[in-house]
């Protein structure tokens, strides 16, 4: 059974160690979803093994599915950086837009508060709930490599599905690195427990 896009479980011994633990989550969440994402918006190389691979298109009108792949990813991450010990799954989604755009934290509190509501509500839950996104919540390309833009005088969002998987990539390599980094002990135990939890450990 293949437990990432590169690993076979009956390669690698289990349960495995903290290191092989941190890299069949980067390759489960990079191989198998945002990756994924990114080639379905953009176009590219497949994950794969071999040299000569051509590159893919882009699947024309498939901003709505890039979200639906995406948007998972905040809540997941902040499950794996958790710092309260029970949370709701909008506190979750909310701290996980926190850390992969920390910027927020230096924004206006009530913008900030009333985009990460209409994220999580009508972007989120409308994507899960009912297969699109609700009032406000659109596809565009705010420009300058921004992945979202939130307009509050018009309570609209917009959300360029071509930069959020890269923006959701660079952030995934830099928390496998961060997790690596033997003097991260706390967050390295938050991983750990969770990953555990996950796999069944």
């Avoid at 926190?98 to 990460?116: E, I, M, R, T, Y």
């Avoid at 009912?130 to 959300?159: C, D, E, Y």
């Avoid at 997790?179 to 450990?201: C, H, S, V, W, Y």
């Amino acid at each position: 059974m293949m437990i990432t896009w590169t690993h076979d479980n009956r390669k690698i011994a289990w349960p495995p160690s903290f290191e092989q633990k941190v890299e069949i989550f980067y390759q489960r969440v990079l191989g198998w979803q945002l990756h994924i994402a990114d080639l379905i918006s953009n176009g590219g190389k497949p994950m794969s093994h071999e040299h000569n691979i051509a590159d893919i298109s882009s699947v024309p009108h498939s901003g709505f599915a890039v979200l639906q792949i995406c948007l998972s990813y905040f809540e997941m991450v902040a499950q794996y950086q958790r710092k309260k010990p029970k949370t709701t799954d909008s506190e979750d989604f909310k701290a996980g837009v926190h850390a992969v755009f920390p910027a927020l934290s230096k924004g206006n509190q009530a913008d900030v508060d009333a985009f990460l509501a209409m994220l999580y509500k009508n972007a989120r839950c409308g994507l899960y709930h009912s297969s699109m996104t609700r009032n406000g919540v659109g596809l565009g390309q705010p420009g300058h490599g921004i992945a979202m833009a939130f307009i509050p005088s018009h309570k609209q969002l917009v959300i360029d599905p071509h930069v959020l998987p890269k923006a959701l990539k660079k952030h995934l390599a830099s928390y496998r690195d961060e997790l690596l980094d033997p003097n991260n002990k706390e967050l390295r135990q938050k991983f750990e427990a969770m990953f555990d939890k996950d796999n069944g450990l």
